[in-house]
C-alpha cells in the first residue's frame, strides 16, 4: 500500500521480520506506524514503544501466511496501532520531524521468553532495530528493492529521541544507549545484538548484520523520554539496570515523568521508577546516581495516573488506575485518557524538540539542557495552564542529581 497522505504528512505501516543475531533461531515480527513530512526531509525522528499488548489473535500467523500465498494484503499485527493510543504526532509538525510507534509478536505472558511485561531488554533492542530501518530504508518494507527504498527515504539525519509509555519506557531506556553498548551489554548478559531483517514472504530475502550498516545508516540516540517507566526483575531476563547504568555516562537529554497516582511505575515497578526516599533503589537512581554527572531529570504530575497520557482508552492499561489496583490519591479525580494530562504529553514532546537544531543532536552541556526552553518551561508549578506539578523537597518541579 502507498503511503496516506494528509495535509504535509504521510502515514505508512511497516513490517519484517527480524532476528537479535544471526546464530539465534528465534524471530520476532516487527511492525511500525509511522508519520513522516511529504517532503522526505525529517529533521530528527521520534521512537515510540507501547506500553501493553491490545490484543492478540492466536490466528494471526496462519493468517499472515494465507495472505502472504493469495494477496499483497497486509494484515495488521495483532490488529494493533499503537499509534492509535499514544498518537501525539501533531508535535512533531513545527520542527518538520517523524514519529514513529513500534509494536512487536512479544506474547502477553510474563513467564515466556517473548514477555513484553518488562524486565526484557530484548523489546529495548527492537526499537532500536526499528529506528535503523527506517533511517536505512525508510516507509517501505521491500528492503531489498534499492529504488524503492530511495523513494520511501525520509530521514535528514539519523537522529532519534526515544521514547515510551509503562514498559515501553523502560524498554527506551535500552534503546537509547545506542548500538556500541547494545552489543556490549547484549554480549556481557547473553543477549546478544546484531540483527538481521527479513521480508516476511515464504521464501525470504534478508539483510547484512547491522554492524555493517554503517554508522550513518544506524539509529543516534540524541534523546530519551519515559512516560511512567515499568520494569520487572526477572531472572530469565535480567532487568534493565546494566542499561540504566549506562545511561548514566551518557550525555543526552533524558526525561521521566511520573503520576503522583500512578501505583503501576511508583509501586508495583521493580525497581519502582522513582521515590522520594533516597534509601531506596529507582529506575532514576540507577540513571542518576548521587554525585554523578548524569543527564537524567524527573517531573511528577499532580493527579497524574498511568492512563492519562493516553490519545484513546484502553481497557488493559485501565485497570493499573483501578481502585481495586491501585490505592494511592483515594478519592482524587485522577486523570483519564484523552484528557488534560494527554494534551500536556503533546506540548511536553513539542517543546523536547525544540532544543534541537535541525538535523542535529542536543548541542549543549549538560548545563545548558539543565537550564534548556524546554526545562525552563518545564520547571513551574503548571507548564501548560491546565496541569500542575508536585514540587520536590527543594521547591523546584524538575529533579536531578
Not at 515480527?29 to 525522528?45: F, R, S, T
Not at 533492542?125 to 536505512?136: N, P
Not at 530504508?137 to 515510551?164: E, H, I, L
Request: proline share 6%; glycine share 6%; net charge neutral.
Amino acid at each position: 500500500m502507498e503511503p496516506i497522505i494528509i495535509n504535509d504528512y504521510c502515514f505508512k505501516r511497516v513490517y519484517f521480520w527480524m532476528q537479535y543475531t544471526p546464530e539465534d533461531l528465534n524471530f520476532t515480527e516487527i511492525a511500525i506506524d509511522v508519520y513522516y513530512p511529504k517532503n522526505k526531509k525529517a529533521n530528527g525522528l521520534v521512537m515510540f514503544s507501547h506500553g501493553f499488548m491490545i490484543g492478540p489473535d492466536l490466528l494471526y500467523l496462519p493468517k499472515r501466511l494465507l495472505a502472504g500465498i493469495f494477496s499483497n494484503e497486509q494484515a495488521p499485527l495483532f490488529a494493533n496501532y499503537p499509534s492509535y493510543f499514544y498518537n501525539y504526532t501533531s508535535a512533531i509538525i513545527k520542527n518538520n520531524w517523524a514519529m514513529a510507534f513500534v509494536t512487536s509478536t512479544h506474547k502477553q505472558n510474563e513467564f515466556t521468553p517473548t514477555t513484553d511485561f518488562g524486565g526484557n531488554p530484548r523489546v529495548g533492542q527492537e526499537a532500536y532495530m526499528a529506528a535503523s530501518y527506517l533511517i536505512c530504508f525508510g516507509a517501505t518494507s521491500t528492503f531489498y528493492n534499492a529504488s524503492r527504498s530511495k523513494q520511501f527515504q525520509f530521514m535528514n539525519s539519523n537522529n532519534v529521541v526515544f521514547a515510551g509509555h509503562s514498559v515501553g519506557g523502560a524498554h527506551a531506556q535500552v534503546a537509547a544507549t545506542g548500538f556500541d553498548n547494545l552489543n556490549a551489554i547484549g554480549e556481557a548478559t547473553k543477549k546478544k545484538f546484531d540483527p538481521i531483517v527479513y521480508d516476511r514472504i515464504i521464501f525470504p530475502r534478508v539483510t547484512e548484520k547491522l554492524s555493517t550498516w554503517g554508522e550513518e545508516s544506524r539509529a543516534k540516540p540524541v534523546g530519551l523520554v519515559q512516560l511512567s517507566p515499568v520494569d520487572m526483575k526477572n531472572p530469565l531476563f535480567g532487568g534493565m539496570e546494566p542499561y540504566r547504568q549506562k545511561l548514566a555516562t551518557i550525555k543526552i537529554p533524558n526525561l521521566m515523568i511520573v503520576g503522583q497516582c500512578d501505583c503501576a511505575c511508583l509501586d508495583s515497578s521493580q525497581p519502582p521508577a522513582w521515590s522520594s526516599d533516597s534509601t531506596i533503589t529507582t529506575e532514576y537512581s540507577q540513571m542518576a546516581p548521587a554525585g554523578s554527572e548524569s543527564w537524567a531529570t524527573v517531573a511528577n504530575v499532580e493527579k497524574g495516573s498511568h492512563c492519562g497520557y493516553l490519545t484513546a482508552p484502553n481497557p488493559l492499561c485501565s485497570m493499573a488506575d483501578s481502585s481495586s489496583q491501585c490505592s494511592r490519591c483515594p478519592g482524587v479525580d485522577k486523570y483519564k485518557p484523552v484528557g488534560d494530562e494527554t494534551n500536556f504529553t503533546t506540548e511536553l514532546f513539542q517543546r523536547f524538540i525544540d532544543i534541537y537544531p535541525a538535523n542535529s543532536g542536543f548541542t549543549g552541556t549538560r548545563e545548558e539542557w539543565l537550564k534548556s526552553s524546554f526545562v525552563e518551561w518545564l520547571n513551574k508549578k503548571s507548564p501548560d495552564d491546565k496541569v500542575n506539578l508536585v514540587p520536590f523537597s527543594d521547591g523546584q518541579y524538575v529533579h536531578h542529581v
